[in-house]
C-alpha cells in the first residue's frame, strides 16, 4: 500500500493553483476542465514527478462540513498538511520575498526544524526539514 493522492481544500482553485506552482514550486501534473467551474487539478514536486499527488480539492465550495473543518483547523493555528524542505531557512527567505505570510518563522523541535505559512487559500502549511 502506497499514498498515490493526497487532497487540499481550496476556495478558489485558480488562485491555489497560481500559489502552488509560482511561490511554492509545484508542477501540473493534471488539469482537467469538470465543469462548472471545476476542475481535476494535481500537482507534484518538481524533484519527485511520479511521486504523489496533491490534488486542489474545491471541497469548501461545495460541502459546508469541509468548509467549517477548513475554518476551524486555520483558526486554531493547526496545519491542514506539511511538505518536506531540505533547507528551512533558505526555503523561509525565498518565500518570504515572494511575499508568502508565514505565522511561525523557523523553530527548532528537538530533532527537527518547522515552519508555518498561509497558502492564500484558507490553509495552513507547516514545513518541516528533518
Avoid at 501534473?29 to 518538481?46: F, S
Avoid at 460541502?63 to 498538511?81: H, W
Avoid at 528551512?88 to 523541535?109: C, D, I, Q, W
Wanted: some cysteine; overall charge negative.
Amino acid at each position: 500500500m502506497k499514498v498515490n493522492l493526497i487532497s487540499i481544500p481550496v476556495r478558489d482553485q485558480q488562485k491555489a493553483l497560481k500559489f502552488y506552482t509560482e511561490k511554492l514550486g509545484f508542477l501540473v501534473k493534471k488539469n482537467e476542465d469538470l465543469g462548472n467551474g471545476n476542475y481535476w487539478i494535481t500537482l507534484v514536486a518538481e524533484e519527485w514527478p511520479n511521486g504523489p499527488e496533491l490534488l486542489l480539492e474545491p471541497a469548501p465550495n461545495h460541502f459546508e462540513p469541509s468548509k467549517v473543518y477548513q475554518d476551524a483547523l486555520f483558526e486554531a493555528g493547526i496545519p491542514y498538511t506539511q511538505f518536506t524542505v531540505e533547507y528551512l531557512a533558505e526555503e523561509f527567505k525565498r518565500l518570504s520575498n515572494l511575499g508568502v505570510e508565514f505565522t511561525m518563522k523557523p523553530t527548532e523541535m528537538r530533532n527537527v526544524k518547522i515552519a508555518i505559512l498561509k497558502d492564500e487559500c484558507g490553509n495552513l502549511i507547516q514545513l518541516v526539514e528533518e
